[in-house]
């Protein structure tokens, strides 16, 4: 017997299963068993944030001065500490709140075995169970119709159609579909990961990170660093053993202290703490953000691709109007006035008597509850079907008039070649959906119900637009970011949408069914158009595929199971609260409160983050280089080591960490550039040259002016001096534009250091005592000059992206 077993002899006669029965099938393995899991397993986000390359090289570097070196110079090891945890926080915090989601909107379907109906949780439902439906169920498995009564399905997240489906036994139903109008029930054909939505789930299962240029370049970095810091610190350990004949304990300090500042420790922690406050930022709005990068990639995205179903529109629909017919031209004045008023009771005594009312009736209900008059007696009702194509009831009025009123597709309810069919096509072109309400002589539920109709009024209907999609759009299209609207509607429909909410090119709607199957013009004709209907779930995959092999950085939009392949092949993908969980599984952001206005919100987050970050990258990075040319300074002249842990740790507190804090979290809605590791070496380069230059040119000076004991805690004292000087001046001049805080700021910074210098118990903890004022003056002469040096390249620097158009990450028009 094929159709697997004519759906188990139609539910074993209609009663279900029974309990033996269910048993031998558990035991043959035919059980639901799709995994719940909607995210990474907390095992997973804690091994993905502990074992880093930053982790290893900060490590390694903490314990050997653990072992050796005061507390003073382990302070830099604790970055590694409060880099992971904000790390393994935010991912669990997020990981929580999915999780909690999931479980929210998990359905108990009502599974009738041994003759009775029960509540079952969807994993224990088994192959050949009969699953009954109600208006608002969700479909869990895949299986066949045995049971309808009006029964009409909506495939939207599946398919992305609109419009509901009307079932009869023996039809196929889906798993991800669910029911709004009629009753009945299904014999359960494929359960588990053979189900179709577990297949689409299944395929987009697999966890991927979004892809950070934040994260991939300081990674990048971290992988070159390492390379140089192995010969380097053998370098530095030789230099500071063998040639400088210090003690084991010093050597190994000094060597830390030349080889921890490589690392842009500094960095990584910044952008992990800027990333977090962006994402409660954002949650504040409503907004759940996965990964901490996923920020960072909706900002750098120039194509958001919107799913029109739930994104754009809501769920429901609105009468935009009714149209009041006679033949022969409207009634004028008190005749009309009546009329209207009779028709909106009409339409009200209708909406009152349906007891499953689609989203049709829903609106007219919701549009006219006001006008129903419990006077009016109910004689008979007839329902909607959809084979029928309307519904209608006879009433006895207040005065005793006694009237049948049909109210469905005004091509079923009149002849062909009616002049009122004329407005309709008109309408429907429009985009809109239009009912006739028409009276009749006969019994509404009569055969012939609809012949000789007299059509009474046009009712219009539209779906029902999100209130804040429209000024959405404007903010992408102000921010140069092209919205695509992607549907499995009809195109006309989907273009009138976008008509009425001001979308460029949403006169032209385009049939994917006619794009052409050359790749690349397919990408040229998605990259022109700009509404696309009757996309399949497989073709909302490929154009997201093609947009990105063209360059473009794709945001992806959905809510249904339809787009969840290309939620997961987009850049970003963003879904609704209210959508499937495997949407929201594979979604990096989620917007908890289905409000598409949060978009923008996310995007100037996003793009804060990344303009400040690449602002502070300069420091963290100029800090790098000139530690690099430090050490193979020290080992070419055979000296010690300048400094210590703990007078790096210092100065790059006052010169770089702190500072870097603040100036990461200042407005910035520059649109995100690419080329980050690039952008900012071209500046941090020549700086850290300059800085590690001017710092051993009076280190050495320093060398031959001191001598005796204790000289060797002058020369770092005076070396530290320099390098904090220059390092201020670079912080000058990537805090400018200047306001009162950026002033503030600085000024701060460099009265700290003061304070460390006349303090004597911090003169003491951080080894820092000037001697004499020859070298102090002398370092301040070789910093002003750095200083020259460095205002010569940020102008040499800045000029080059000016005239590349590429600007600076950060300029005036950034600040409030």
């Known amino acids: 017997m094929t159709d697997r077993g004519a759906a188990e002899q139609r539910a074993a006669a209609s009663g279900g299963l029974s309990t033996a029965e269910v048993d031998a099938r558990i035991a043959r393995g035919e059980v639901n068993d799709v995994p719940t899991r909607s995210s990474r397993s907390a095992t997973e986000i804690v091994r993905s944030n502990v074992f880093t390359r930053f982790n290893a090289i900060i490590g390694v570097l903490f314990v050997i001065i653990l072992v050796v070196g005061p507390v003073q110079d382990t302070l830099f090891g604790f970055v590694i500490l409060a880099n992971t945890l904000i790390g393994i926080v935010q991912e669990l915090r997020a990981k929580r709140t999915l999780d909690n989601l999931a479980v929210i909107g998990a359905a108990r379907p009502t599974v009738r075995r041994d003759g009775r109906a029960v509540g079952l949780p969807t994993h224990r439902i088994v192959l050949g169970d009969l699953i009954e439906l109600r208006p608002g169920d969700k479909c869990v498995v895949d299986g066949e119709i045995t049971e309808s009564d009006s029964l009409e399905i909506d495939e939207s997240l599946l398919t992305g159609e609109a419009d509901p489906v009307i079932k009869h036994p023996g039809d196929r139903i889906m798993s991800g579909s669910f029911v709004v109008a009629g009753v009945g029930a299904f014999t359960a054909t494929r359960v588990g990961r053979a189900a179709y939505a577990a297949q689409l789930a299944e395929e987009a299962s697999r966890f991927t990170l979004v892809h950070s240029e934040l994260r991939s370049g300081i990674n990048t970095l971290l992988k070159y660093i390492t390379w140089v810091i192995v010969p380097t610190g053998a370098g530095l350990v030789v230099s500071q053993f063998v040639i400088g004949r210090n003690d084991v304990e010093t050597a190994i300090r000094r060597m830390v202290g030349g080889i921890a500042p490589m690392v842009p420790e500094g960095l990584v922690l910044l952008t992990s703490i800027a990333f977090a406050i962006g994402v409660v930022r954002l949650g504040r709005r409503r907004c759940l953000v996965q990964e901490l990068p996923a ?40 005749a009309y006035a009546e009329r209207r008023d009779r028709i909106e009771r009409v339409l009200a005594a209708l909406g009152s008597v349906d007891p499953r009312p689609n989203p049709s009736m829903r609106a007219i209900v919701d549009a006219y509850a006001g006008r129903h008059d419990s006077s009016w007696q109910t004689v008979r009702s007839l329902p909607f079907s959809s084979a029928r194509k309307y519904s209608g009831a006879a009433f006895v009025e207040p005065d005793g008039t006694r009237g049948t009123w049909l109210l469905g597709a005004p091509d079923t309810l009149l002849p062909a070649g009616h002049p009122t069919l004329t ?21 509404p539920d009569a055969p012939d119900a609809a012949a000789g109709a007299t059509p009474a009024a046009l009712v219009v209907l539209e779906q029902r637009l999100r209130p804040d999609a429209a000024e959405t759009l404007r903010y992408f299209a102000d921010q140069d970011v092209s919205a695509k609207v992607l549907s499995g509607d009809n195109p006309i429909s989907v273009g009138a949408v976008a008509a009425k909410l001001a979308l460029p090119g ?32 497989r073709e909302k995959q490929r154009m997201v595929d093609a947009l990105q092999s063209h360059g473009h950085h794709v945001a992806m939009t959905g809510d249904g199971v339809n787009d969840v392949l290309a939620l997961k092949n987009a850049d970003i993908g963003v879904a609704m609260g209210t959508g499937s969980e495997a949407t929201r599984a594979v979604a990096q952001i989620v917007l908890l409160d289905n409000s598409f206005a949060t978009l923008p919100s996310v995007v100037a987050e996003g793009r804060r983050v990344i303009g400040n970050i690449e602002r502070v990258a300069h420091l963290f990075l100029t800090k790098t280089v000139y530690s690099v040319l430090l050490a193979v300074l020290v080992i070419c002249w055979q000296v010690p080591y300048p400094f210590l842990p703990r007078h790096l740790t210092l100065l790059a507190s006052l010169t770089i960490g702190i500072p870097a804090f603040f100036l990461a979290l200042a407005p910035n809605h520059e649109r995100a550039q690419p080329h980050f590791v690039r952008r900012v070496m071209r500046y941090a380069v020549p700086a850290g040259l300059i800085g590690g230059a001017a710092t051993f040119a009076v280190y050495l000076l320093a060398r031959h002016h001191y001598s005796g004991p204790g000289s060797l805690r002058a020369e770092t004292s005076v070396a530290t001096l320099t390098l904090f000087l220059i390092g201020m001046w670079v912080l000058a001049i990537v805090a400018r534009p200047y306001t009162w805080w950026r002033i503030g700021l600085v000024l701060t910074m460099g009265l700290s250091f003061v304070a460390v210098l006349v303090t004597p118990w911090l003169q003491h903890f951080f080894g820092l005592r000037l001697v004499g004022t020859a070298m102090p003056w002398w370092a301040v002469v070789w910093a002003a000059g750095a200083g020259v040096a460095l205002e010569l390249a940020w102008r040499y620097v800045n000029g080059g992206d000016r005239r590349q158009g590429r600007g600076p990450a950060y300029s005036s028009r950034n600040e409030p």
Do not use: N
Not at 306 to 331: F, I, N, S, Y
Not at 423 to 442: F, I, K, P
Not at 508 to 516: E, F, S
């Open 423 to 443: 407005q309709v096509d008109r309408l429907s072109r429009e985009g809109l959906r239009v009912l006739l309400l028409a009276g009749t002589e006969r019994e």
């Open 506 to 537: 949403a006169q032209t709607p385009v049939d994917t069914r006619g794009l052409p199957d050359d790749p690349e013009e397919r990408a040229r004709a998605l990259t022109d158009g700009t509404v696309f209907g009757r996309v399949s779930p």
């Open 295 to 334: 920020i960072e990639g909706l900002a750098r995205v120039d194509v958001v691709c919107l799913d029109k179903t739930g994104t754009l529109t809501e769920g429901g629909m609105d009468v935009a109007e009714v149209r009041v017919l006679q033949d022969g031209g409207e009634p004028a004045g008190s």
